[in-house]
């Protein structure tokens, strides 16, 4: 079997997560990461082995790195023309201008959540369409929230084979290391009703009818979701039996938020950190086990999102999609989990 080339386009907070998973797994391999000029993120490459390009063909801009001790292999392109896949990771908004490149150079391309769904026309989770991706040019990953409202709804939709929904996206308003956003001492509301959260998830589970109200909130580790929705009649469930299902979902945690004394984002972040995840990082979705309650036809339940994480394992599995290598999802969800689980050593 031969060995998927990976470029990781863009190398920040997604992008170096992304590299370290693609490096965890022994049917692919990382070629080149991009850095926009010498900085610190490029002693993280060179200590993982990982080669540096620039994000730029410009020669000026690749002579940035001239004076500095990191080595720069070339320019984009030339990282193009030794790849099979490239997972953009720059920041959102540029898809347009690095999809022409990717399609220029014929390689296939994963673009995340900043991009929107008609840049690709096409996108992309686990646990929703992994076979609707399959031998795909380009799609791209749905962003941390639309990734975590899947990772739970999707396996009741598929028990129900209907659902209504309506959730409220509490979002952390910047990143740990992000020092430009906010609010820091105000709670806002995204005035853009209903955003485009909830709605998103149809692009990956169109028989999902969702929508979503969102607020900003001064944190930075994690999203909340509140999150109501309506079986149809007949569903056959309990509080208990949807608690169950979820305790069967990959990549999805069910605690006890009482007992476990887990009943903040603050202490989920800090089991993450307890139990040896790089960053402190999460990719499951937290559920609180008490805070879900199915009432008649209505279900009701709280989850959060490690919002730099959970997408991580979804780009491993898409890159399966894209590249034919694996039909079943559960089968490359739990290779992508073991591998990045033994390369941690967790
Ligand atoms: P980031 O700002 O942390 O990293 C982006 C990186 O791209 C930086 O290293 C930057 O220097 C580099 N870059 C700048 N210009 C570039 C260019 N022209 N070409 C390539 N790279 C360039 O951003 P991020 O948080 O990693 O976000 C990347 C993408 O992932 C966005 O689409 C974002 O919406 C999405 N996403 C982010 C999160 C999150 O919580 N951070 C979660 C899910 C999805």
Redesign the pocket.
Known sequence: MAIVKVAI???????KRVADAVDAQDDMEVVGV?K?GPSF?CEMAVRKNFDIYS?SDDPEVIRTFDNSPFECKGGLKELLAISDVVID????K?GED?LRKYLDAGVKSVF????KHSLTGLSYTSCANHMENFGAKTTRVV??NTTGLSRTLVPLYEHCGSLKVECTMIRRAA?PGDSKKGPINAIKPVLKVPSHHGPDVMTVKPEIEINSLAVAVPTTIMHLHAIIADLPEGHGLSTESVIEMWKETPRVIVMNGERNRITTTAEVMEMARDIGRKWGDLHEIFVWEDGVRLIGNRLYYFQAIH??SD?IPENIDCIRALMKIEENWENSVKKTDEAIARYYNI
């Open positions: 386009n863009g190398y920040g907070t997604i992008g991009t926009t993120g994000t990771c720059s920041p959102g540029m690095n995340q959540g900043g991009e962003s941390c990143d919002q730099e997408v």
